[in-house]
């Protein structure tokens, strides 16, 4: 069905820079999403992650870089290869003024491999009738025509922005689901974005990282998670300063018990916390949301406020 | 994308419906006050700013709407071409235009045409695809706003619809519309790319937004300096705290065409006189000539004078066949009990009648003038003529005076080949002024009273000068002869024609050319060359590229210059100068401008172009269409490329 | 038939890979039980198929269960797998982890000893009525 010959990514970018005004939305990234599989790019807010779909898909010029879609430029993007990337937006923005019915109709005929079953099956999970206006829809609902759409198209790539943002959880699980399930899910990579953890540990094969337009780790969801420790200790006798602690992501207090969030520091850091003299030092297990959110507040690290409880 | 076009329709199906609702009442409202067919200039520009406010109003809400949010991506982010969905926005456009601007219009014309005896000519109905075709300029100019990234841009599409404003002979309108629409329509495809803030870099499209963008800044900046200019006289004059005394007769200096523009008919006519006798009692040794001596003779008399100042319309443009209905009011011809309207009719050549009251067909009146029930009985006329009065037709060589008593049309004058009319019959008390555009021709109220057969003037002048010159002229009756005071210079704002007051005195009962000059003064422009200048001083391009294009499209005008005009005028020192100076400084600028935004420098040739061409306007225009170049300094970021926090955690590893 | 929880510090793959070893220690799954598919139990979970099937590689490599290619994937049969040394190890490993988990909770040693026993007698329970009680 697709062009197999047009490259091995799916995406790529190259020293992409977007300036707004004083403020840079990306800084010289580098990204490469291999073809196949999900995708999670994670960032918190403002980390550029709009601003890169943008400029991926040729609707936002970059100040500068390149970006390539498919293997495509994405100044130059032509009709056909449009066809064959996907994009759900935030929010799932469709026309609110048309009916469900004549939305699907036109999407119909302007996709050249539209698949009416996958759309059916999709749509099924929401109760969205032909008649509705899309703008009487719930968001649950919206959200479930927009994928509905988007997958019927059986893209290559298909761009996901937050889709389960504000879904109550049966949407969000339906939402899930089609993501994983419909379609020929096989030759589609999904690039999705998304503030929450939960999704992203059940579903991704790949974690990115962003931070202020920066590309900051990316690999598989457990070698990332790997590469963070949590210590609990009951103290110091006298507490280094927060820049003095290798790889530090987040210090705790929680009950008198001080809680170390650590980056790629392995079972070294408990003798490092030994010679420091930490009482009763251990490594306790952390959870996949708590290890991204350490390293996603590490700038937020200071010595105050390690004497906030 | 006919399924992009349903869509927007369906969007739209309430506005159009309501629009075409409330235009049809209108229009049914408008014509228990007026006739639908007849307009003046008011009425014209207030239904056609409705129109055009429509358009504007759809373009901008329907491209603004998907400019925002995430709806351009779904927009344009699909297989099919953004040329296409334009194209399928625009068929949206027109066919709510067809629906809710011709459909009503449409309603009405056949109706007055079908059902009630209003005699509809082809141009009633070549009004509808006018109407048509502007809103979807206008449509397109709301587009091009909506979609076009720099507010600046606006100025371009304002800029262009303004040539619309200009209504060319006959059908030619049509030729301006659709150059318009063009226009428009390219600005507004052009602007509506995936990537609309990208810089444009197509020179076609880049130039087609510049020029205008220039040209509008032209205007702006003309008419800045003149309300500059204006404020600093009256600043100088009056001095800053008194700004009470300002008047422009206060500033302007005897002989000065200013001055004279501001007196009286007496004062005017005195002005000329006065001078005409100073000048030549202190010029001449051989003491007084006889001219100024008879000057200053007139002048003892002209306070008991009866000075008399013709005002009415100039024609300058006699109505083409066909012409669209924007100002017909001097199409229609009431009987002298106000009773039945005659309206001419373009594709008859004959006044079609109407009672007023009852709305019954009166008939046909041709050239013989009386009517006839049958377009076939009368003798059509064989020019457009203008109604004066209700009592006069004004042809270009002719004046017949309609006589419903009689039902006849009587010839009262004929002018000479190669002369027509440019002001008609203007009655005084003891002469009656017909000027045309060689000579002024004064007749017997009596004989216009009481005579049917054609009149023969009790006296004439050539003018001296160009009529299109004339800015006024005044009659005075003295014992024993006539005194007119020309004074030229209604071409002199723009350098163009010299400022002149010529007093002639024309004896009465003499022969045709029986006259004296009795004073032929040079006036001061009361403006200094430069600024008379101000548009070639500013930009030649643009000044002289308006002049030709507006000629190009609009009727005969005395502010007409054409290519002659232009190139039998020489460039004066004081002119020259300061527009080599300042096309300089806008190079400068323009360079300047440039080095601040970082701009590449492959973009560097185009600008400095525009500025060397449209002069400040150029500079301007690139001050108001270039941004901050971003990738400016983000190169050597990439260079100096802040370590990661990352690498930093891994490097942070701990002693072992 | 077994519970995922995100924000769980073990990840959803040790989650499955736990659970399946945990009922089939007990005898909940016996011998030769037809396990889902990859896709049936991703889909159950709602999660990403490659999770499943890492899982279930790790399974099928410590022999707890085997597929057969285009039947299904099925509970193996109960063997040796482990040497004693490498048993004891083991039981080490997890003792010390235990302890290291408790400690600070505050518990005197006999009333962990307690909770641990009764733990481990359900466990027993359940392992006796294997021979009873037909797997789903």
Request: net charge negative.
């Amino acid at each position: 069905m697709s062009d197999r010959d047009d490259t091995a990514y799916a995406l790529e970018t190259r020293a992409l820079t977007k300036r707004f005004g004083p403020k840079l939305a990306l800084r010289h990234l580098n990204l490469r999403i291999e073809r196949g599989g999900v995708h999670a790019l994670v960032g918190s807010n403002g980390a550029g992650k709009s601003t890169l779909f943008r400029i991926v898909l040729g609707l936002l010029e970059p100040s500068v870089g390149e970006s390539w879609v498919l293997g495509h430029p994405s100044r130059e993007l032509d009709p056909q290869t449009r066809g064959r990337i996907g994009l759900v937006t935030e929010e799932h923005t469709l026309p609110g003024w048309m009916r469900v019915g004549a939305l699907t109709t036109m999407q119909r005929s302007i996709y050249p491999r539209w698949c009416q079953a996958t759309f059916d099956e999709v749509l099924g999970h929401f109760r969205v009738g032909a008649d509705q206006r899309v703008k009487q829809l719930s968001r649950g609902e919206r959200a479930g025509l927009s994928l509905a759409l988007a997958l019927a198209q059986r893209p290559d790539v298909l761009i996901l922005d937050e889709p389960t943002l504000g879904l109550d959880v049966v949407a969000k699980q339906a939402v899930l689901e089609c993501l994983l399930f419909a379609g020929e899910r096989d030759d589609c990579t999904l690039v999705y974005c998304s503030h929450q953890m939960d999704e992203i540990e059940r579903i991704a094969d790949h974690l990115t990282i962003l931070e202020s337009g920066e590309l900051v780790s990316t690999g598989s969801p457990q070698d990332f998670w790997d590469r963070i420790g949590c210590w609990t200790l009951e103290g110091f006798p006298v507490p280094p300063v927060a820049t003095a602690v290798p790889g530090l992501l987040q210090w705790r207090t929680v009950d008198d018990v001080e809680q170390i969030v650590v980056f790629d520091q392995g079972a070294g850091f408990g003798q490092w916390l030994e010679s420091q003299g930490a009482i009763g030092a251990r490594s306790t297990p952390i959870g996949f949301d708590r290890a991204v959110n350490a390293f996603l507040s590490r700038h937020h690290v200071t010595p105050e406020m390690r004497r906030v409880a | 994308m006919e399924h992009l076009i349903r869509g927007e329709l369906d969007r739209f199906r309430f506005l159009t419906l309501g629009a075409a609702v409330v235009h049809l009442l209108v229009l049914r409202v408008s014509m228990t006050l007026t006739p639908l067919f007849v307009n003046d200039a008011a009425k014209t520009s207030v239904a056609l700013m409705a129109y055009g406010l429509f358009g504007a109003g759809l373009g901008l809400y329907q491209m603004s709407t998907y400019r925002r949010g995430h709806l351009w991506a779904w927009l344009v982010h699909r297989p099919v071409g953004a040329g296409r969905l334009f194209v399928a926005l625009s068929a949206a456009a027109a066919t709510v235009m067809a629906l809710a601007v011709v459909a009503p219009a449409l309603a009405m014309t056949v109706y007055l045409d079908w059902l009630t005896p209003t005699y509809v000519d082809a141009r009633h109905y070549a009004m509808l695809p006018f109407l048509f075709g502007l809103s979807m300029c206008f449509y397109w100019l709301g587009a091009f706003v909506a979609v076009y990234p720099r507010r600046g841009g606006a100025l371009a599409g304002v800029v262009v619809i303004f040539f619309l404003s200009r209504e060319a002979a006959g059908l030619w309108i049509f030729a301006s519309l659709a150059a318009v629409a063009a226009w428009l329509a390219a600005l507004a495809w052009a602007a509506f790319r995936p990537s609309p803030t990208s810089d444009e870099r197509r020179p076609a499209a880049l130039l087609g937004t510049v020029l205008p963008v220039a040209y509008a800044i032209f205007w702006i900046l003309m008419g800045s300096i003149a309300l500059v200019r204006s404020v600093a006289v009256g600043l100088a004059d009056s001095g800053v705290a008194g700004f009470r005394d300002f008047a422009w007769d206060d500033y302007w200096d005897e002989g000065e065409l200013m001055h004279l523009e501001y007196l009286d008919p007496q004062g005017a006519l005195a002005h000329g006189l006065r001078l005409a006798s100073t000048q030549d009692q202190g010029g001449a040794g051989e003491g007084q000539t006889a001219p100024a001596a008879r000057a200053a003779a007139l002048l003892a008399q002209i306070d008991l004078a009866d000075v008399y100042e013709p005002w009415g319309p100039r024609f300058s443009g006699f109505a083409d066949r066909h012409q669209l209905f924007f100002d017909d009011r001097r199409h229609e011809l009431l009987d002298a009990e106000g009773e039945v309207r005659w309206t001419f009719s373009h594709d008859l050549m004959l006044f079609v009648g109407e009672h007023r009251r009852t709305g019954e067909a009166m008939g046909f009146l041709g050239l013989g003038g009386s009517p006839t029930p049958s377009a076939g009985g009368s003798e059509r006329f064989a020019s457009v003529p203008f109604v004066v009065d209700s009592k006069w037709l004004v042809f270009p060589r002719r004046l017949v005076e309609v006589d419903f008593a009689l039902d006849q049309f009587d010839l009262r004058f004929e002018l000479p080949p190669g002369e027509t009319v440019a002001m008609p019959f203007n009655a005084h008390r003891s002469f009656v002024a017909l000027l045309s555009t060689e000579r002024l021709y004064l007749f017997d109220p009596r004989s216009l009273e009481l005579d049917d057969g054609p009149l023969s003037p009790l006296a004439s002048v050539a003018i001296p000068g160009s009529e299109r010159n004339l800015s006024r002229f005044q009659i005075a009756e003295m014992i024993d002869s006539y005194l007119v005071s020309f004074v030229f210079g209604a071409r002199n704002f723009r350098d163009f024609g010299e400022a002149r007051q010529v007093v002639v005195e024309l004896p009465i009962g003499g022969g045709a050319d029986a006259h004296g000059v009795v004073s032929d003064l040079a006036l001061g422009a009361g403006f200094p060359n430069w600024y008379r200048r101000r548009g070639f001083v500013l930009s030649p391009l643009l000044q002289h590229g308006h002049d030709l294009l507006w000629n190009l499209i609009g009727p005969d005008r005395e502010e007409r210059v054409s290519w002659a005009d232009i190139r039998a005028r020489a460039i004066p020192g004081d002119v020259l100068m300061p527009t080599a100076m300042l096309t300089l400084g806008s190079l400068l600028a323009t360079f300047g401008i440039l080095a601040w935004r970082r701009r590449p420098t492959s973009d560097r040739g185009f600008w400095l172009a525009v500025a060397a061409l449209c002069g400040l306007p150029g500079a301007l225009a690139c001050l108001a269409l270039t941004t901050r170049n971003e990738a400016a300094g983000l190169e050597s970021m990439a260079s100096s490329e802040r370590a990661v926090d990352v690498s930093g955690l891994s490097a942070g590893r701990s002693p072992a | 038939m077994i519970q995922i929880a995100t924000g769980d510090a073990r990840p959803i793959f040790q989650q499955i890979v736990d659970g399946l070893r945990l009922k089939i220690a007990t005898g909940e799954l016996g011998a030769g039980t037809r396990l889902p598919s990859v896709r049936g139990l991703a889909m159950q979970l709602t999660i990403n198929p490659n999770t499943v099937a890492r899982a279930y590689t790790q399974l099928a490599e410590e022999g707890l269960i085997v597929s057969q290619k285009g039947v299904g994937v099925f509970v193996a049969e109960r063997r040796q797998r482990l040497s004693d040394a490498e048993r004891r190890r083991r039981l080490r490993d997890a003792t010390e982890r235990f302890v290291h988990a408790v400690v600070s909770l505050g518990f005197s040693p006999e009333e962990i000893l307690d909770h641990l026993s009764e733990e481990l007698e359900l466990l027993e329970t359940a392992h006796d009525g294997e021979s009873h009680v037909r797997p789903r």
